[in-house]
């Protein structure tokens, strides 16, 4: 799998930035996707992952840093999955990955080994 991250930048407090992350190589609506990031000095983290295309649809998870302003979604004919990201904070800043095809639980997601973008970095100034 090939990942693809994009849309990241320099953006004030309180702005908003949409990531993307296109996917090549793999059946994209079989897999589950996070995005995580890691910033300055800090572990990665889980951001928000959404599950595989089910009979009933996706589901979607957040950190307790991202809801109610990050939202994720998927749209399985470009093989893409956006990350929007509203009223950001300077603690946002990090660089933001994308992960395929790890396991979701509907609690939590967990990142397969080998696939990884690589990574677009935001930047929210105070």
């Known amino acids: 799998v090939q990942l693809q991250a994009s849309g990241g930048g320099l953006v004030q407090t309180g702005g908003s930035l949409r990531l993307s992350c296109a996917a090549s190589?793999?059946?994209?609506?079989?897999?589950?996707i996070g995005w995580f990031r890691r910033a300055p000095g800090k572990q990665r983290e889980l951001v928000a992952a959404i599950s595989s295309v089910g009979s009933s649809g996706t589901s979607t998870l957040y950190a307790d840093s991202a809801k109610g302003r990050f939202t994720i979604s998927r749209d399985n004919a470009k093989n893409t999955v956006y990350l929007q990201m509203n009223s950001l904070k300077p603690e946002d800043t990090a660089v933001y990955y994308c992960?395929?095809?790890?396991?979701?639980?509907?609690?939590?997601?967990?990142?397969?080994?080998?696939?990884w973008g690589q990574g677009t970095l935001v930047t929210v100034s105070s």
């Open positions: 992960n395929v095809g790890g396991l979701y639980t509907g609690h939590d997601y967990y990142a397969s080994f080998n696939s």
């Open positions: 190589g793999s059946t994209f609506s079989d897999t589950a």
